[in-house]
């Protein structure tokens, strides 16, 4: 934890997608926040291909307040993208990644802070009750928090967000691993390093729609349970020693009825059923393969995670990776 020179003590990362009905309060709650603890900070905010006027708010943010700086995204590049980016261009001994909706409150930073000068690397931020969400969207979250903590061979905090400070010496660690599929929560738990976590309340977003619908939450849990687990792999292989097993079963069944002169299996229904049967495990394996193989080839492609066509406030155009 040791104080480098010419780095803000603390640096709050804060993606950011349509969002310019919130901008002006989430600044304004940070800075009440974190100048009324006398810190030396920066404020990054990292425009993921808004099509509002959020990029045009960023920029009287950034012109009113240096601390305020812009990453400007050249097209949408995701949630995950923009997390990386962020902590990419912060400077801070400390970055914080908070969302813009203002649903992780600010004023929790500074319990964070606490269990970081007590000589802790990351620092989570752990759900206690979350505001203004339904039931099903509650029951969906628990239900993934817990089947990854299963499925996986990292132990990756339930109920827990982006929300978190991590370390400088984290941070660093994060800028070397630039897979294309990230699961931000679950990279930040597997480079290790002194964790631990600190409870909330989530409020209710503070304006504006959320920016994760279904389809979205469908694709970020399965990028989080295929970068952690090879369960689904395993799960192929076992549909197809089930599948094997019974076919042996029903070939022994078969045989015997049709010795004993029973007619039981004659026609085609049996055979249908049991084709059937077959294509659909066959599919769901192939479909499993494929989901992986699709990751390979993100990877070999080569390309970068994200383009900036704007960074405003920092002393180069890209940060040195």
């Not at 960023?58 to 995204?73: G, Q, T, Y």
């Not at 962020?86 to 004023?107: H, M, S, T, W």
């Not at 931000?184 to 959320?210: L, N």
Request: glycine fraction near 8%; proline fraction near 4%.
């Amino acid at each position: 934890m040791t104080t480098l020179p010419h780095r803000p003590t603390l640096s709050v990362v804060a993606p950011v997608y349509n969002e310019e009905a919130i901008l002006h309060e989430l600044y304004r709650r940070l800075t009440a926040v974190l100048d009324g603890a006398g810190l030396d900070w920066e404020l990054v905010l990292v425009n993921d291909g808004s099509r509002d006027r959020s990029p045009q708010i960023m920029r009287e943010l950034h012109a009113a307040d240096p601390r305020v700086k812009v990453v400007d995204f050249a097209r949408n590049f995701g949630h995950q993208v923009a997390i990386t980016a962020g902590a990419d261009y912060a400077q801070g001994d400390a970055v914080v990644i908070i969302d813009a909706d203002l649903q992780d409150p600010p004023e929790v930073i500074l319990d964070l802070l606490a269990k970081w000068r007590e000589g802790y690397e990351v620092v989570y931020a752990v759900r206690a009750e979350r505001k203004g969400e339904t039931w099903f969207k509650e029951f969906t979250a628990k239900a993934f928090y817990r089947i990854i903590y299963k499925i996986t061979d990292i132990d990756i905090p339930m109920d827990t967000g982006d929300f978190r400070l991590m370390d400088r010496k984290v941070v660093e660690a994060l800028r070397t691993m630039r897979e294309k599929h990230r699961f931000m929560r679950g990279m930040s738990v597997w480079v290790g390093f002194k964790q631990v976590g600190v409870q909330y309340v989530r409020a209710e977003r503070y304006a504006g729609e959320t920016k994760y619908p279904l389809k979205k939450m469908l694709r970020f849990a399965l990028d989080g349970i295929t970068s952690f687990s090879y369960f689904p792999l395993q799960v192929a292989t076992y549909f197809g020693f089930i599948a094997a097993a019974l076919a042996v079963l029903g070939i022994i069944v078969t045989v015997i009825l049709r010795l004993s002169g029973s007619h039981a299996f004659y026609g085609q229904a049996s055979t249908l059923v049991a084709v059937l049967f077959l294509g659909g495990v066959q599919l769901i394996s192939l479909g499993i393969i494929g989901e992986y193989l699709g990751r390979i080839y993100d990877e070999v492609k080569g390309r970068p995670l994200y383009i900036v066509r704007e960074a405003l406030g920092f002393e180069g155009d890209e940060p040195a990776l």
